[in-house]
C-alpha cells in the first residue's frame, strides 16, 4: 500500500499533469469506488464543467480542489492515476476516466478495486469521514516530541500498532514504521508507555527524516507502486530492515529477522532493536 511518501509523490506528479483542466465528462464503469454522495450520476454531475486548481495530501490521501468540491481520494493497495490522449485504449482494470476540455484524461486504475472516491462541497472535506479523525501529519509542527510523548504514554498498546494508528500520525504504513523504528534503535513491540523522553525524541526525528528522505527519492518501489508517470521510486534501495530478512544489517551484520507485531509482517534487527536491556 502507497503511504505518505508514495502518495506525495504521486500528488506531485498528477498537480503537474492536470492542475487547469476542466472536465468535460466523468466515466464510471465500477461504481463501488465512489462512495460519497451516494449516487455515482451525482458524483459525475457534479464534477463536469469543474477545473481542478490544486491537488493537496492528508495522510494517505489525495485532494482534488475543484471549484466548488474537493474529492478524496484513496489509493488503497493498488490504485494509480495516469493521464492518456482520450484515444488510448484502456483495459478493464479502469474503473474511472475523467475526461478533460483539452482531449486528454486522467483514469483511476485498480486491479484489486479497494480503492475509494468522496466528493465534498469544498471546504467539508476535513469535518467527515474519511479525513475528519486523522492525526497531524509528520511535517507539521503540531507533531512535536510533546504531542508524540502525550499519545505514546496513555496507551498499552505495542510501539508500532500505536505508530500506524492515523489518528496518532498520518502517512505511516508497514514499510516506514519498520524503517523509522529500525533507525530509532526501538523494538516494535515495546510497550508505547515504557518509552523515555529521550527515545520518544529520536523517534519523532527518524520518523522525519525517515519520510522526508523516501520523498526526495520518489517514494519506495515495492511489488507495483509507480508515480502517475509510470516512475519508479528509488527509497527502496536506502531502506535497513524493510523486506531484509536473511540479509546483514547495515549497520552492525546481524541477520534481519521477520516478527509478526500487530497481525503484519515486522523487519528489525535483533542486534539494533533489543526488547529488554
Ligand atoms: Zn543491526
Given at each position: 500500500m502507497p503511504e505518505l511518501p508514495e502518495v506525495e509523490t504521486v500528488r506531485r506528479t498528477l498537480e503537474s499533469l492536470v492542475i487547469g483542466k476542466e472536465i468535460k465528462d466523468v466515466s464510471i464503469f465500477?461504481?463501488?469506488?465512489?462512495?460519497?454522495?451516494?449516487q455515482p450520476e451525482q458524483f459525475r454531475d457534479a464534477l463536469i464543467g469543474q477545473t481542478i486548481h490544486g491537488i493537496g495530501r492528508r495522510g494517505k490521501f489525495l485532494i482534488f480542489y475543484l471549484d466548488d468540491y474537493a474529492m478524496v481520494s484513496h489509493l488503497r493497495m493498488e490504485g494509480k492515476y495516469a493521464l492518456q490522449e482520450k484515444d488510448t485504449p484502456y483495459d478493464k482494470?479502469?474503473?474511472v476516466i475523467f475526461s478533460f476540455r483539452d482531449g486528454t484524461e486522467l483514469r483511476y486504475r485498480d486491479v484489486r478495486k479497494f480503492g475509494t472516491m468522496h466528493l465534498f462541497s469544498k471546504g467539508e472535506e476535513e469535518s467527515?469521514?474519511?479525513?475528519?479523525h486523522l492525526g497531524p501529519?509528520?511535517?507539521?509542527?503540531?507533531?512535536t516530541a510533546e504531542y508524540l510523548s502525550s499519545r505514546l504514554l496513555?496507551?498499552?498498546?505495542?510501539?508500532k500498532p500505536v505508530l500506524l494508528d492515523q489518528s496518532v500520525?498520518?502517512?505511516?504504513?508497514n514499510i516506514y514504521v519498520d524503517e523509522a523504528l529500525f533507525r530509532a534503535g526501538i523494538?516494535?513491540?515495546?510497550?508505547?508507555?515504557?518509552?523515555?523522553e529521550a527515545e520518544i525524541k529520536v523517534l519523532r526525528q527518524e520518523i522525519v527524516d525517515t519520510l522526508s528522505q523516501a520523498v526526495e527519492k520518489g517514494g519506495s518501489t515495492i511489488r507495483t507502486y509507480l508515480n502517475s508517470q509510470g516512475e519508479m521510486g528509488m527509497f527502496q534501495l536506502e531502506?535497513?530492515?524493510?523486506?531484509?530478512?536473511?540479509e546483514a544489517c547495515k549497520r552492525c551484520g546481524t541477520e534481519v529477522v521477520k516478527l509478526t507485531v500487530g497481525g503484519r509482517g515486522t523487519h528489525i534487527c535483533p542486534s539494533c532493536q533489543k526488547l529488554h536491556d
Open positions: 465500477w461504481p463501488n469506488i465512489i462512495k460519497s454522495p451516494a482494470h479502469t474503473h467527515q469521514q474519511p479525513l475528519m501529519e509528520p511535517f507539521s509542527k503540531e507533531f496513555k496507551t498499552s498498546r505495542k510501539i500520525v498520518v502517512g505511516i504504513g523494538h516494535p513491540e515495546r510497550i508505547a508507555s515504557s518509552l523515555n531502506l535497513y530492515v524493510y523486506g531484509k530478512k536473511g
